[in-house]
Every structure is written in C-alpha cells, then in structure tokens.
C-alpha cells in the first residue's frame, strides 16, 4: 500500500511527506519505489524511450528529497544517498537531452551506488543484524514472491 501511495503521490508530482523512516514496512516501501522508478529507467534505456527514462529519474530524485533513509547521521551513508540523488538528477538532464549511452552509463553508476551502500548497510552498519523484522535489501523481484519462499540463496 505505501509503495501505490508514493507513486500516486510522484505521479501527481507532489512529494510525499518529509518524515523520519523507522520501520521495515516504510523502509520495505521506499525502496521498491527506487526500485520501481529505477525499473522505468531501464525499461526507457532499452526502448530508446527518453521520456520513460525521465520519468523514471524524476520519480527516483523526488524518493531522495523526500525522504530521510535509516543511518542518516553516518557520513558514508550520507554520500551514498547524496550520489544517487545527484545520479537521479543528471538521468533527468541526460534524458532531455537525448544522450543514450550517457544515461546508459550514468544508470549503471547508480546501480553500483545502490549495490555499495547496500554491502555497506549490511557489513558496516550492520542493519541487518538489528532484528528479524529489518532487511537491509526488503525487495522482492516481483510482487509474486512478496510472503513467499525463495527459491534462490538471499543474503542479509
């Protein structure tokens, strides 16, 4: 429900409320809306669609401001939100102006911001080991495998 509702709120172009995340559920929901807004940018890279990957980058920019993510007093951390941040915004520019294979290369610097800041999550921080409920990476690959079993080894 909360992932519908921040993507009703982007698709409106409002923002949803600035507010401190605490809970895995809002933390689960703010990531599959990354997630989602990421999805729209590959989708868009793969159909030459520069209007999907805007889109995309702007749904990916407003998640970033109008959020305050879990760790938000760690510098690390704070690089890390601010790279994407930064990265959401040039996949905007890039896609405005027509530029391919710069929004191409810019989406896999956010891919490997979003793959770093997780490791560090996990191993640094250690999220992952502050209980059960909390998951560094809560995205499941499809709504499908949402409370069921995987099949595939998953690393916490």
């Known amino acids: 429900i909360l992932i519908s509702t921040l993507l009703s709120l982007l698709a409106l172009g409002q923002q949803p409320p600035a507010q401190q995340v605490h809970s895995p559920e809002e933390l689960a929901g703010l990531m599959r809306a ?33 959020t305050q993510w879990h760790a938000s007093d760690d510098q690390v951390y704070a690089h890390y939100r601010g790279e994407l941040r930064r990265t959401a915004k040039r996949l905007i520019l890039l896609a405005e102006e027509k530029n391919l294979d710069g929004a191409a290369y810019t989406y ?34 499809t709504d499908e495998e949402t409370g069921t079993v995987r099949q595939r080894a998953i690393r916490q």
């Open 108 to 141: 896999m610097h956010s891919l490997t911001t979003c793959i770093s800041c997780h490791d560090y999550c996990r191993d640094v921080l250690h999220l992952a080991s502050q209980g059960p409920a909390l998951k560094v990476a809560p995205i499941p690959v």
């Open 34 to 66: 990354k997630l989602a807004s990421s999805q729209k940018v590959v989708e868009g890279l793969m159909a030459k669609d520069f209007d999907l990957i805007r889109r995309g980058g702007v749904e990916m920019s407003k998640v970033c401001d109008a």
